[in-house]
């Protein structure tokens, strides 16, 4: 939506889901690691590393009584993880199927990643995403989260360092939110599947496929975003 209002209106921006929120949890066990951490745990997954996201999950472990298990993404910041000793750094080598493990058999998630809050929906995990706060202390929006919350009647999973002593810790209802996530599924397909075998056109959304033969294209040259469908 920020892209649409960046580009005034002029172009329909279509949202669709992230092609991780397509499958059913089940569909990922073939590829997830045996559990790796045997205790109870929360799993911390971050990308931005900032200094109040990890202290808001030191809070919320502390309110959990629960360890904290965490990976690496950005070398550099190993010095602040070094103040929270409680935390558990997973030291060996980590791939994608140990991520998809350490979600999997959390008791809890928390994150301030996209996907990390993508993949806690995908297996029906309790879990907060957190954002940052400006100079006032507002909370800063972070679009792709959000929207997938909102999307899903779940805004209140995301939330700042100062909520993190008030919150609640309620259950999911996730027989509701499958069942939007379904029906976005449903969309989300179809949009693909008409934007791969229909021509665009700014006129007309959507116009009739040509003959089936290879004899098509996606969008115009002029509309063309990079997206590398073709």
Not at 69 to 91: C, H, V
Request: hydrophobic share 35%; glycine share 2%.
């Amino acid at each position: 939506r920020e892209l649409e209002r960046f580009l005034e209106n002029k172009k329909a921006v279509e949202v669709v889901l992230d092609p991780s929120l397509l499958h059913k949890k089940e569909t990922y066990y073939p590829i997830c690691s045996e559990r790796i951490v045997k205790q109870p745990y929360i799993f911390f997954y971050s990308v931005n590393h900032n200094k109040s996201t990890i202290e808001a999950v030191n809070i919320l472990s502390k309110r959990l009584n629960l360890p904290v298990y965490y990976l690496y993404t950005n070398t550099s910041t190993r010095r602040t993880y070094k103040t929270y000793p409680e935390f558990e750094y997973m030291k060996h080598d980590v791939a994608p199927q140990d991520f998809i493990s350490l979600i999997r058999y959390a008791d809890f998630v928390i994150t301030d990643s996209f996907h990390g809050t993508a993949f806690s929906i995908a297996f029906e995990k309790k879990f907060y995403s957190i954002g940052k706060t400006d100079s006032e202390g507002k909370k800063i929006r972070d679009e792709r989260i959000c929207n997938i919350l909102a999307s899903l009647g779940i805004e209140d999973r995301f939330i700042t360092q100062t909520d993190a002593e008030s919150v609640d810790f309620a259950d999911i209802d996730y027989k509701d939110v499958n069942a939007k996530r379904e029906a976005l599924i449903e969309l989300s397909l179809g949009y693909l599947k008409d934007a791969l075998l229909s021509q665009f056109s700014l006129d007309n959304r959507y116009i009739t496929p040509k003959s089936p033969t290879f004899d098509w294209q996606i969008c115009k040259s002029d509309d063309c975003t990079g997206c590398f469908a073709c």
